[in-house]
């Protein structure tokens, strides 16, 4: 387009006024520090706060829900650098890889869910006279933690529950998470919690609420508070709440169990196990929709030296991010994900679009897209 017109979408719709090979975009990437990424994320947050939009994502009174997990977006047995995770198999086959500790803003009413910066799971350099990176190992727990601290520096006056898995649900953590001025809401299983389940099975009776949905579906709700996480001297004391869910015939569908620091009580225990239960969201809306929906999130799309793979995934998470914010807020957009349904087959209309025509503005494309018939051809491209 810029050969035959003097112009192209590149320049019209992002702003980019160089054509770059994509060998020096990549050696571009490389070269940039992953943090230089992080206020991008702020930058869109305190955005949606100042309008408003964060208010229907209270979980509790000016508490917002921050879900963490892990994933991993690169694996090769054959590309490695000196961040990469390893693994040794049983072959002597050594697999390397790299993972994040993933946050996310989410509601049990909305199908949104907001991406926060995430931390790299990676090892870092070896220590002087450190004959292997194997004691370097970096692990989800660690990265929990620096993640945590830096939710906290990123937005220090806003309040967050804290959601994950069973992998959350200790002592170092939690006391990480109450430090830095926030609750957590995290996965307990017996298998995990022998003590602590031991302890509540001691009571006689503890608090429990059920009712029945207009489906014959029975909720049980119990808990219990102030219980030690575990049998040690320096156990703290933790809110443990269960749920069941009974279908028509009284079978048991479902049940979890989480601990909190937030004392339990009838009033609240219903949005509590809405919380808890809305974890499922940072894998399906989250991780499952930049695998499978078009993001390619778990495409090579180049190593590097330094941080290329990791900022590749920052790039296509704040994407997504962007994706997220424009199904809330922009009605073209809204109407675009409802004509052509899913997102993969919707970036498949947009890159045709774009290889084939030139448009002015984003909005002058999706009412292009939305309203072929009443736009001429030749108009887009002479437009």
């Given at each position: 387009?810029e050969e035959?017109e003097?112009?192209n979408n ?27 990424l992080a ?10 706060r100042?309008?408003k939009?964060?208010?229907d ?5 000016n508490?917002?829900?921050?879900v ?21 198999h049983k ?17 049990p ?14 090892n ?22 620096r ?11 806003q309040?967050f ?22 609750s ?7 298998d ?15 608090p429990?609420w ?24 320096n156990?703290i ?24 620091d ?32 078009g993001y ?13 793979s990791?900022?590749?995934?920052l790039?296509?998470l ?6 997220q914010?424009?199904?809330?807020t ?17 970036w ?20 292009f897209?939305l ?7 030749s108009?887009v491209k002479?437009?």
């Amino acid at each position: 387009m810029e050969e035959k017109e003097g112009r192209n979408n590149l320049r019209n719709l992002f702003g980019v006024e160089n054509i770059p090979k994509d060998s020096q975009l990549r050696d571009v990437l490389d070269r940039i520090s992953s943090t230089e990424l992080a206020p991008i994320f702020n930058d869109f947050f305190e955005r949606l706060r100042r309008h408003k939009h964060l208010e229907d994502y209270a979980i509790l009174p000016n508490t917002l829900l921050c879900v963490i997990d892990g994933t991993q977006y690169h694996s090769s047995k054959k590309i490695s650098g000196e961040h990469c995770l390893t693994k040794e198999h049983k072959t002597g086959e050594i697999t390397y890889s790299h993972g994040v500790l993933q946050g996310a803003i989410m509601h049990p009413d909305k199908k949104q869910v907001l991406p926060v910066m995430p931390e790299a799971i990676q090892n870092t350099d070896p220590t002087p006279g450190s004959s292997t990176k194997k004691a370097k190992q970096d692990c989800e727990s660690k990265a929990a933690k620096r993640f945590i601290m830096n939710l906290k520096k990123a937005h220090p006056r806003q309040k967050f529950l804290l959601g994950g898995d069973g992998l959350m649900s200790h002592q170092p953590m939690i006391e990480t998470a109450l430090e830095q001025g926030m609750s957590c809401l995290f996965v307990a299983k017996p298998d995990d919690h022998k003590y602590l389940f031991e302890w509540i099975a001691a009571f006689d009776a503890i608090p429990s609420w059920e009712f029945t949905d207009e489906k014959g579906q029975t909720h049980r709700y119990i808990w219990q508070n102030d219980v030690p996480l575990h049998g040690k001297a320096n156990a703290i004391k933790v809110n443990f709440c269960e749920y069941q869910l009974f279908n028509k015939k009284g079978e048991r569908t479902y049940m979890n169990s989480w601990v909190t620091d937030i004392m339990l009580s009838k009033e609240n225990i219903k949005d509590m196990v809405r919380a808890g239960r809305c974890r499922w969201k940072i894998e399906n809306e989250c991780f499952n929709t930049l695998k499978n929906q078009g993001y390619d999130i778990e495409h090579n799309d180049g190593h590097g030296e330094e941080n290329l793979s990791y900022n590749m995934y920052l790039l296509t998470l704040l994407a997504f991010f962007c994706h997220q914010i424009l199904e809330l807020t922009d009605l073209a957009y809204q109407a675009c994900r409802k004509k052509f349904g899913s997102k993969r087959y919707l970036w498949e209309i947009f890159r045709g679009n774009v290889r084939q025509f030139l448009f002015d503005s984003w909005t002058d494309f999706m009412d292009f897209i939305l309203n072929p018939d009443d736009w001429e051809v030749s108009r887009v491209k002479k437009s």
